[in-house]
């Protein structure tokens, strides 16, 4: 799966939304959500944190049994990895990199921060070698080489103005267990080709949900669930160093093969989030 140009349901929720009666215009909420997102692109920009990343894949059927002929071995990996993310250019797109220094507590390269040197020492050419870096990493995930989607933020950055206009969003209540003001507002893509494609270049829908404060228009929580069958949710919380809401949790899912095909649970935590200077004019590919 590639992304293409954002940038790469899923649990149940410790308590259920609860609907409400009160009634809040979907396009000022949206107008709010928009402009903190805008803000939050501006301020977490050449941030970078760790994340351990613990993936499972097991064979299934339809029916949830292991698909007869086929072994049932499950897989178990943990990563951990330097997660950065960056705005190269002002005017250009918020990227997600993930470097991965360690798989299940043995060392794969020296600790030294990789992707920060390179926007640093590198300016010219650091997003392509970046990529590189996040491709030498993906043969250490389970069942897959390319799960561009599990992506902390990729929801998140639908709500900027650019891609707004691609989506149907409506409003679905308030979460009690999140605020007395926390908005759920379903969203779906309408307009094709999708952001997100296939390696063949196919469409992808996206759709899911998003939990915006009726407020400040700060998103508490996302989640993506795309017509593939990935799905995404993250949960945002306040980190005291950076003094702005950071990404804490990501839980995914990933379908291959069909109904007898393999299934894939992801879980990552994202700790010690540190700024890093950077100045680039380097462009998105």
Not at 55 to 63: E, F, K, N, P, W
Not at 162 to 189: C, M, N, P, Q
Not at 198 to 210: F, H
Request: aromatic share 10%.
């Amino acid at each position: 799966m590639k992304i293409r140009p954002v940038l790469p349901l899923v649990f149940a929720i410790a308590a259920a939304p609860v609907l409400a009666q009160t009634k809040t215009p979907v396009g000022g909420l949206l107008d709010r959500a928009s402009a903190y997102v805008c803000a939050y692109m501006r301020d977490f920009s050449t941030v970078v944190a760790e994340e351990r990343y613990v993936q499972d894949s097991r064979l299934m059927t339809g029916a949830g049994e292991v698909a007869p002929g086929r072994t049932a071995a499950p897989l178990h990996v943990e990563l951990r990895s330097d997660v950065l993310f960056v705005r190269p250019d002002p005017s250009g797109s918020w990227l997600t990199f993930r470097d991965v220094f360690s798989v299940d507590g043995r060392p794969v390269r020296d600790r030294a921060e990789r992707l920060t040197k390179l926007f640093i020492d590198h300016p010219s050419d650091a997003i392509d070698r970046a990529m590189e870096i996040v491709r030498e990493g993906y043969r250490y995930d389970v069942a897959s080489t390319d799960r561009t989607v599990a992506n902390p933020l990729l929801a998140l950055a639908f709500l900027q103005p650019v891609y707004r206009d691609r989506f149907e969003f409506k409003l679905s209540g308030i979460d009690t267990a999140l605020g007395h003001d926390v908005w759920i507002v379903k969203f779906k893509e309408r307009v094709r080709p999708t952001i997100i494609r296939t390696k063949d270049n196919r469409n992808v829908l996206a759709m899911g949900r998003l939990w915006i404060d009726g407020v400040s228009g700060s998103v508490l929580q996302t989640e993506l669930e795309a017509s593939s069958g990935d799905r995404v949710m993250t949960t945002f919380t306040f980190d005291e160093r950076l003094q702005m809401d950071v990404p804490s949790e990501m839980r995914d899912l990933a379908w291959y093969g069909g109904t007898r095909g393999i299934i894939v649970t992801g879980t990552a935590t994202y700790t010690n989030f540190r700024r890093f200077d950077v100045t680039t004019d380097a462009s998105f590919r």
